[in-house]
């Protein structure tokens, strides 16, 4: 398959792109439903990715010490889509009905698997390492579903939704093939802590 055409997929999935969605996400619950809304997102986002962080710093500290060399860095790629399009999936499917509801579902997943296989054909991540991101985007994704479905459903403030709708679409044209090189930041880190704090050493 085309290194390019995987790159494309791959990239829905960059931090770049996932972080300024996630925030989006966060305006739209909080603008379109409540306060509330948004700081379940965000609450259950944060642990998600804190979650995600401290495998990988684990696993570049301990050098695949402890798991092997299959598993090392657990995608992140994977994780960040799973939660990012995986709610936004979650909170428009709740508003509707029939074939839309289907749709809102299977688009986000049809984006994920695309990406978490891009993960491993682009020789990024191994198999195991892309189960573990799935893993724990699935995991926080099923603690949002979970804690949104106590609220009321939103109420549709057509132009607000508009405004953010543009804005989600502009980020997406924007942003999409930007990368902000997060893994080596990771590896960084790990690093210094493998030789000042003595991990796995």
């Known amino acids: 398959m085309d290194p390019a055409l995987l790159t494309v997929v791959t990239d829905l999935g960059d931090s770049a792109l996932m972080l300024p969605l996630a925030l989006v996400l966060a305006m739209v619950l909080w603008s379109q439903q409540s306060a509330t809304a948004a700081l379940i997102w965000l609450g259950t986002l944060v642990p998600g990715l804190a979650i995600l962080a401290a495998l990988k710093l684990l696993g570049y500290a301990c050098e695949a010490a402890l798991t092997g060399p299959s598993l090392v860095s657990p995608s992140g790629h994977a994780a960040f889509a799973t939660m990012v399009y995986g709610s936004a999936g979650i909170i428009l499917a709740r508003h509707l009905q029939g074939i839309g509801r289907w749709l809102a579902l299977a688009v986000p997943a049809t984006v994920v698997a695309g990406v978490a296989a891009t993960r491993i054909l682009l020789n990024s991540h ?14 926080t994704l099923a603690v949002f579903a979970r804690r949104y479905r106590t609220l009321p459903p939103i109420a549709v403030r057509s132009h607000r939704a508009g405004a953010l709708l543009a804005a989600a679409v502009l980020l997406v044209v924007t942003l999409h093939g930007e990368r902000l090189q997060a893994e080596e930041v990771i590896r960084s880190i790990a690093a210094g802590l493998r030789a000042q704090a003595g991990i796995c050493r």
Do not use: K, N, R, S
């Open 126 to 139: 191994t198999a195991p390492e892309v189960a573990v991101g799935l893993l724990v985007g699935v995991v």
